[in-house]
């Protein structure tokens, strides 16, 4: 049996040579936290982090991945949903339908490790990943509160826009 370090734990599996990480970690893991989108490392919804670094777990072959090396799902993020981007998450209700969040937040969290006050283009730059809803506007207004320590009010622009959008609707 193989073996990988993931969520801080080591864990064994058995898949022929070339099996994408991802279908490791939903299928024999258990993981279904991290969700297959085109296969193809284009829309991030499969991003998990291997030591610190977002990486697209569709086009990863589980076998090129270290025991040594740590990886991070979703579900290892934070034990009870409390990372300073999930609490913004829920603030500002960023998720539609959901299926692109965990990638987008595990793609965030990248990005505030090494850019703990991102600019607009550092959040271009990093956020590459695809959100079929649309809610781009949100995930960057989450980004900037979590930022700031959770300051809602540091993401109110973004939302304003669409609160003005609604109301110009209304009327
Ligand atoms: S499923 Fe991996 S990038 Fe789309
Ligand atoms: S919330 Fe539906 S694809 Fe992003």
Known sequence: MAKLNVNGKVREFSADEGTPLLWV?????????????CGLAQCGACTVHIDGVPTRSCVRPASSVKATEKIVTIEGLSPDGSHPL?????????????????GMLMAAAALLKAKPNPSDADID????????????????????????GGDMKSASLDIQHIALANEVTKS
């Open 86 to 102: 999930q609490k913004a998450w829920v603030a500002l209700d960023v998720p539609q339908c959901g299926y692109c969040q965990s």
């Open 125 to 148: 730059a990093a956020m590459t990943n695809i959100c079929r809803c649309g809610t781009f506007n949100r995930i960057r207004a989450g980004i900037k509160a979590a930022a700031k």
């Open 25 to 37: 970690l939903r299928e024999q893991l258990g993981l279904t936290g991290t969700k297959y989108g």
